[in-house]
């Protein structure tokens, strides 16, 4: 199969199903935005130590993402009950991971700024574009059945990545820099 297919010259793009649309729709920017979240967690997990417990979550993460942006690149209603989504066991998974980590950490009392590391600072990047393909599925105002665990399962991901980077930090013996809301001139 060749990388290049050429159909895509003309600004459009195929969805799962056959139906064709325009790179600039809300879906692809919604599958796209998903993609970059998973290109950054492929980043985040080759500066994550290979000792770290959370390893294994961070791969099933990225096999997760793959089936969001299924989800999301697929219109066709009899296409979709093909394709496995995530669902109250995968959001489950995240909450648990959040609280494990949270109990090893100080208690936040105020904004914290991203990074410290090269891991550190990957992490909040995945934070980061991940919010906003939460904001990109909720502008879709999707309305099928199979997407319901989708937007929770984003924000408790978000939640994930910041927390994750808090671990990351205390791991790796580096100081949280407490945002100062006015600086000297």
Known sequence: ??????????????????????KHDQRVEAYGTIDEVNSFLGLLISHVPTHDSYRPLLSK?????????SLLATADESFLSSI??????????????????????????????PGGSIAVSTAHICRTVCRRAER????????HESYVSIIPFINRLSDFFFVYARHLSLAEGNEE????????K
């Not at 496995?84 to 648990?96: K, P, R, T």
């Not at 990109?136 to 309305?143: D, S, W």
């Not at 820099?177 to 000297?184: D, L, S």
């Open 1 to 22: 199969m060749k990388i290049y297919t050429k159909k895509g010259d003309d600004g459009g793009t195929s969805l799962f199903g056959g139906d064709r649309i325009s």
């Open 136 to 143: 990109r599925i909720v502008l879709l105002g999707l309305q």
């Open 177 to 184: 820099v407490i945002w100062q809301p006015k600086q000297g």
């Open 61 to 69: 993460i990225q096999h997760l993402l793959f089936n969001v942006g």
């Open 84 to 113: 496995e989504g995530v669902d109250v066991s995968d959001i489950e998974s995240l909450e648990l991971a959040i609280d494990q980590m949270d109990h090893t950490l100080a208690p936040l009392k105020n904004f914290i700024l």
